[in-house]
Each structure stands twice: as C-alpha cells, then as structure tokens.
C-alpha cells in the first residue's frame, strides 16, 4: 500500500512538473503567474492552443482576457518577437499582467513602448 501511495504522489508530481515546465516556458515572463498565465480564465489558454502551442506575433497581437492590452503589452513582448530559451523580455519601467486575468490591466494600455519618448515629449 506504501508502495502505491508513494507511485502515486511521485506520478502526480512529475506530471504536475512536466505540464508547469513545458508550457510556462514557452511563453515570455511565463514564470510572473505560473499557471495562472493559461488557466486564471482559460481564454489565453485557448488562443494559445488554437496558435499551435506557441508564442509569436499572432497570439501578441491578441488580446484574450479582453481588457483592452494585449497578450504582448501584458507579457512585455508588444511585437511578439520573443522565443523560447531567450531571457525574458523586461521594458523599462513596465510590469508584466496576465494576459488571461481581466482584471489585471496595466495602466499603460494602447500606448506602444517605442511612443514614451513621444508622451514624455508632451511634459517638457
Ligand atoms: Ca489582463
């Protein structure tokens, strides 16, 4: 019986290992909501999946919660040219939100990070 029990928690921990691994990976800044990145509201998760399990300027452009930023403003990847194994991408100054929690918004919503010179332009 020991045996069985120790089988079983050893099989549920590989595959809960293997699912957070392989697929958190494989988004930018997929670590900042673990999980929660596909399964908060399972919207991204289903564009994600419908892109073919990947990350590019497609799924980028998308904007699954529907909070009005898209999954690449929220990730810090606006053009979606980030790629697996790359370091996270980090915009200065900019935070990552959950491109599959709609009440995670950044406040910085429809403003391009190439456009701050632009706004900050504004203020001098
Ligand atoms: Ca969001």
């Given at each position: 019986m020991r045996l069985l029990v120790l089988g079983l928690v050893l099989a549920f921990a590989a595959g809960t290992a293997f699912g957070y691994g392989s697929y958190v990976a494989?988004?930018?800044?997929?670590?900042?909501?673990?999980?929660?990145?596909?399964?908060?509201?399972?919207k991204f998760y289903d564009d994600f999946k419908t892109n073919g399990n990947k990350w590019d300027e497609t799924l980028a452009a998308k904007?699954?919660?529907?909070?009005?930023?898209s999954n690449g403003v929220e990730l810090q990847d606006p053009q979606g040219k980030w790629r697996e194994n790359k370091p996270n991408p980090k915009i200065p100054g900019w935070d990552t939100y959950n491109p599959?929690?709609?009440?995670?918004?950044?406040?910085?919503?429809?403003?391009?990070?190439?456009s701050w010179g632009r706004v900050k332009a504004l203020y001098r």
């Open positions: 494989k988004v930018p800044n997929g670590d900042a909501f673990s999980c929660n990145t596909c399964h908060k509201e399972k904007d699954s919660d529907g909070d009005g930023a599959d929690d709609r009440t995670s918004i950044p406040p910085y919503v429809g403003v391009a990070p190439d």
